[in-house]
């Protein structure tokens, strides 16, 4: 018989969450027309994306397969509900 496997600390699983939240923020955000976005938003909207790329590495950011977007959003959704967030939350 197998021990039960330690629980993450908070603080570990705050820090999944974020990185899930970074990932699908970013992508969610490629897909969207800037030609359509308040123009002062857009310096704030590159910054990010600098600095998610940096931190993550753009070749790690997508694109994506469906298979690996669903993963990633079922991560995103698992963390939030162990957080104690109800239901199915996505949003980013």
């Given amino acids: 018989m197998s021990a039960e496997p330690d629980m993450r600390e908070p ?3 705050r820090a999944a969450e974020n990185e899930m939240y970074d ?5 969610r955000s490629k897909t969207v027309d800037h ?3 308040e123009a002062d938003s857009l ?3 590159m910054a990010k994306y600098e600095e998610l790329e940096t931190k ?6 997508g694109p994506m397969s469906d298979f690996d977007w669903g993963m990633l959003n ?4 698992a963390l939030r509900w ?6 199915d939350n996505l949003d980013t």
Avoid: A, F, H, N
Wanted: proline share 3%.
């Fill in 11 to 13: 603080s570990e699983i």
């Fill in 23 to 27: 990932r699908v923020w970013y992508d």
């Fill in 35 to 37: 030609e359509k976005t």
């Fill in 43 to 45: 310096p704030t909207i």
């Fill in 56 to 61: 993550y590495g753009k070749e790690s950011l």
């Fill in 74 to 77: 079922g991560k995103l959704s």
């Fill in 82 to 87: 162990v957080l104690g967030d109800e239901g």
